[in-house]
């Protein structure tokens, strides 16, 4: 036999053989390719989903946009007549809530430093047929830096004496003196600051004219604040 015709022969046994191999183990081979696809397409896979993370976390306080590392989301949301109580979120936490026990008719108040956004107190005061003294106290406590959260439930102007009305003024209200019995209102505004503030609602209560049907449609206020600049300025989102 000739050195071409062995070469020939020798060749053609080893595809033989090779075909052979593959007939007699698909698995081993499948598993070659898929460790083979994950190499080669698992980390491209990789590398488009760890570019679709966002940097920041998911949107807080039923924001619709996430917040800047340095700012803190927060909602305000009025009770609806004596039924629904109200609610404040504040960096993605419910602060105050009915599910959480700790609301009541008439004013509901947050009190947050404004540095550094840490809850300092948290209170309500029933405006119908509560002690004014107790609200004054609670207001007379805030402190300049501090950031105040308001949001009404039922009634919360019966009680409300000038002096009230003159302090949260100095807070940031345009529209706490137009505030009747049983309005709906919803504020957050600032110790310090000579700045009229853009977060505040007022509903007014509809009274119907056979009395037999009154409406107090809840309102609510969602933005966010960075706590350095907060009272210097008003950053808003929704």
Not at 63 to 74: E, G, Q, R, T, V
Request: hydrophobic share 40%; charged share 20%.
């Amino acid at each position: 036999m000739r050195p071409r015709d062995i070469v020939y022969a020798v060749t053609f046994l080893i595809v033989i053989l090779v075909i052979w191999g593959i007939y007699t183990n698909p698995p081993y081979i499948h598993q070659r390719a898929r460790v083979m696809q994950q190499r080669i397409f698992g980390a491209q896979k990789a590398a488009v989903v760890t570019a679709a993370v966002p940097e920041t976390s998911h949107p807080k306080c039923s924001l619709s946009k996430n917040c800047p590392i340095d700012h803190f989301a927060f909602q305000i949301k009025s009770g609806a007549a004596t039924v629904v109580g109200p609610k404040i979120c504040f960096d993605g936490n419910i602060v105050m809530s009915g599910v959480m026990n700790n609301v009541g008719p008439g004013l509901n108040l947050v009190l947050v430093n404004g540095e550094n956004g840490k809850i300092e107190k948290l209170d309500y005061f029933n405006m119908y047929s509560g002690e004014t003294k107790a609200i004054l106290d609670f207001l007379k406590m805030i402190k300049p830096g501090m950031i105040v959260l308001v949001a009404s439930f039922d009634d919360a102007a019966t009680k409300m004496t000038d002096e009230i009305r003159n302090i949260f003024a100095g807070l940031g209200s345009s529209s706490i003196k137009d505030v009747k019995f049983r309005d709906n209102w919803v504020f957050a505004g600032g110790a310090g600051t000579e700045q009229k503030s853009p977060f505040e609602k007022v509903s007014e209560h509809l009274k119907h004219r056979h009395c037999l049907l009154q409406i107090s449609r809840s309102i609510d206020i969602k933005s966010l604040f960075c706590p350095a600049t907060f009272l210097q300025y008003y950053y808003t989102i929704v």
